[in-house]
């Protein structure tokens, strides 16, 4: 028996399994041809603007918001120019989206909200987030920090 897409010699499978291509690669080419579908790189993915006009990264993240905070995405991004760009808290830059981890740079903006009303504060750096979140949203715990600092 031979393979549907390269014609490569198969060997048996086994007792009533027949195996119709020789590997993963030629079982994807003959369904790619069969469908005159060409596959697409991760990074080209990513790349490509949706109907929306909206990258792939940038989709996932409106959807994300929209879900945890109820929060649409030119409202995320109204605040996001209104705080040039950066933290509200060290002033460090932020992006929209996930750009992996680089130096010098906040990444991507992380939503702070008030965890009893749900309210939306404002977009921080991923560690003043956690920083804020470490003194449970607490101005008393707030104030002894900086007294401590101070000491």
Not at 16 to 29: D, E, F, G, P, S
Not at 95 to 110: D, E, P, Y
Request: net charge positive.
């Amino acid at each position: 028996m031979n393979c549907r897409s390269c014609g490569a010699d198969l060997q048996e499978k086994g007792k009533n399994r027949k195996a119709r291509y020789c590997n993963v690669t030629c079982a994807n080419q003959f369904y790619y041809k069969q469908r005159n579908y060409q596959p697409v790189s991760d990074e080209c993915r990513k790349q490509r603007k949706s109907v929306d006009g909206l990258t792939e990264p940038e989709r996932c993240r409106k959807n994300e918001i929209w879900s945890k905070y109820r929060l649409d995405w030119n409202e995320y991004l109204e605040l996001f120019y209104d705080q040039n760009e950066c933290c509200a808290i060290c002033k460090r830059s932020l992006s929209l989206v996930s750009q992996g981890r680089k130096f010098n740079s906040g990444g991507m903006a992380c939503v702070d909200h008030c965890h009893s009303t749900g309210r939306v504060r404002g977009l921080l750096c991923a560690e003043c987030n956690k920083a804020l979140g470490g003194f449970k949203d607490n101005v008393q715990n707030l104030q002894n920090a900086i007294e401590y600092l101070g000491e």
